[in-house]
Every structure is written in structure tokens, then in C-alpha cells.
Nanobody, 119 residues
Framework: QVQLAESGGGLVQAGGSLRLSCAAS??????MGWFRQAPGKEREFVAA????????SYADSVKGRFTISRDNAKNTVYLQMNSLKPEDTAVYYC??????????????WGQGTQVTVSS
């Protein structure tokens, strides 16, 4: 089974930017997604991208601020996060998903990467 490793999180001020990476241990032909979990809350969908990169989907809360992309040659999926808000604070995870329009995780979770946005 492909292992996923998220990185790129950190502490940033509101309005700042971060770029998260999700490196897979092998090739993945799946639609991939980013999810996040804030303290005391359930994990929620953030963004997804098909294998070809031709289709993407986003949660309403991040549309226009976040951009998902992938480099299949590097087995890596990215999440560019701009105009960050304190409510974006969470642990961010990547996972394979089943459908681009109603993405549900299908694989195992990695360790995640912490994003903290200060006001």
C-alpha cells in the first residue's frame, strides 16, 4: 500500500501563505485530496484533484484562497494556501479519494502536518 507523508506546515500570520506537500511512496493513479482537522472538530474535506490534474474541487471555505496541484513524476500533491485565516488552523492530511465531486478518503492516513495561523 502506498504510504503518504505530509510536510510544509508551520506557524504563519493571518494573511500569509504556506505550501503543503504530500509525497507518496509510490505511484498513485488516484484522485487525491487534502483534508484538515481542527482541535475538537471532525476531519473535513479541503480540496481534491484528479490524476490528470484536469479537474479540481474545493470546500467553499477555501475557494479562491487555496490551490491544489500535483506532479505525478514526483508522486507529490501540493496545496498552496494563500490569505490564510486563523480558522485555517488545523492538522492537514492528504489521502486518495473516490470521487472528485464528493470526495471520500479511501486510503490510510499519514501523520499530517500542523498549520497554525496567528491573528
Amino acid at each position: 500500500q502506498v504510504q503518504l507523508a505530509e510536510s510544509g506546515g508551520g506557524l504563519v500570520q493571518a494573511g500569509g501563505s504556506l505550501r503543503l506537500s504530500c509525497a507518496a511512496s509510490g505511484r498513485t493513479f488516484s484522485t487525491m485530496g487534502w483534508f484538515r482537522q481542527a482541535p475538537g472538530k471532525e476531519r473535513e474535506f479541503v480540496a481534491a484533484i484528479t490524476w490528470s490534474g484536469s479537474r479540481t474541487s474545493y470546500a467553499d471555505s477555501v475557494k479562491g484562497r487555496f490551490t491544489i496541484s500535483r506532479d505525478n513524476a514526483k508522486n507529490t500533491v501540493y496545496l498552496q494556501m494563500n490569505s490564510l485565516k486563523p480558522e485555517d488552523t488545523a492538522v492537514y492530511y492528504c489521502n486518495a479519494v473516490d470521487l472528485i465531486n464528493n470526495p471520500r478518503p479511501t486510503g490510510s492516513w499519514g501523520q499530517g502536518t500542523q498549520v497554525t495561523v496567528s491573528s
